[in-house]
């Protein structure tokens, strides 16, 4: 099978298209025949040798993908051709991954694989930054920061149902756009303005929550824009840096600094994180809520694909089609 694999940290330039060995499912797992893979920022933090407990290279890159079971091993309560979407750890860039049974979801109706595949990730990541970690009651104000991007869509959306006053930030007015037509009420663009004086001029002192998956200077200036007694919930550091919140200001401001790792939360409080499912499944289907794909790509342009991310050119779910 084709499969597209790390051989080294670094650029893109070390991600390449190999001839990989078909996997055979063992207990408790299936095997499923991947019909679109999503890209996600870990996939490029792990590239780069950035990410905290990553794989060593070599390894088949990718964590997130949808398709059909094809085959399934001893003690599975899941039958060959159902339409799945699961969250695999590493190996979702190939034509075929192993997938853990117990982590399956399956595709909510309606949904194409492309779609699906920007499900498990973004979707949970935003649900449970917004609710099961951020407390998010209706009325609360919250600011996303790459509200254009895949977490952030969908928490921009998951936020304007929950009754939440939104504040977004992105680097074009594209993506400014974009997430407007989401329900974020004040788009920011942090190319040409100070989101902290924004958020400050539109608010009393502050919003309640902050989703800051970018880290760096980020994480710091994100304090001054939250409101006393507020949170923030760190879920990422895309910029390359972890952010480092001053203990002053959380002293002093009686502010709260959550962090959220989707793959150890899981692992740890499945039912904390998975609680979220069947909601979203729900509103996936109906409508509700919809998954942004914004580019897709051949699996063999795996490379090219992460260099569009990296050049912020993307928007929304990218999404790779063996």
């Not at 670094?10 to 390449?16: A, M, Q, R, V, W």
């Not at 917004?130 to 936020?159: C, F, N, P, R, Y």
């Not at 989707?262 to 109906?286: C, F, I, N, Q």
Request: net charge negative; hydrophobic share 40%.
């Amino acid at each position: 099978m084709k499969a597209v694999q790390v051989t080294e940290y670094g650029d893109s330039s070390n991600l390449e298209v190999v001839d990989a060995e078909m996997p055979e499912p063992g207990e408790g797992e299936v095997r499923i025949e991947v019909k679109a893979a999503g890209i996600n920022f870990a996939d490029i933090m792990q590239r780069r040798g950035h990410y905290h407990g990553g794989p060593e290279p070599p390894y088949i890159a990718g964590l997130e993908v949808a398709g059909v079971i094809d085959a399934v091993g001893n003690g599975v309560g899941r039958e060959v051709g159902d339409e799945v979407t699961s969250m695999v750890g590493i190996g979702g860039y190939a034509e075929y991954v192993l997938g853990d049974a117990r982590s399956l979801l399956d595709v909510p109706e309606g949904l194409s694989f492309e779609e699906a595949a920007g499900f498990p990730v973004q979707f949970l990541t935003a649900h449970n930054c917004l609710h099961e970690w951020g407390g998010l009651e209706e009325g609360d104000s919250v600011l996303v920061h790459a509200a254009a991007g895949g977490v952030g869509t969908a928490a921009v959306q998951i936020a304007r149902e929950a009754g939440a006053e939104v504040f977004g930030t992105a680097s074009t007015q594209e993506k400014l756009d974009a997430a407007a037509e989401l329900g974020c009420d004040h788009p920011i663009n942090y190319e040409e303005e100070d989101f902290v004086e924004r958020v400050q001029a539109e608010t009393d002192y502050g919003v309640d929550l902050v989703l800051d998956g970018i880290g760096g200077d980020t994480t710091e200036r994100s304090l001054d824009a939250l409101k006393e007694f507020g949170r923030m919930v760190s879920y990422g550091a895309a910029s390359g840096t972890p952010g480092r919140p001053p203990t002053n200001e959380l002293l002093f401001g009686n502010k709260e600094v959550v962090g959220y790792h989707l793959g150890r939360a899981a692992a740890r409080k499945p039912m904390k994180v998975m609680g979220a499912v069947p909601e979203l499944t729900e509103m996936l289907s109906d409508g509700t809520l919809e998954v942004q794909v914004g580019h897709t790509f051949a699996l063999e342009d795996a490379a090219e694909a992460h260099e569009f991310i990296e050049s912020r050119k993307s928007q929304g779910k990218v999404v790779l089609v063996p």
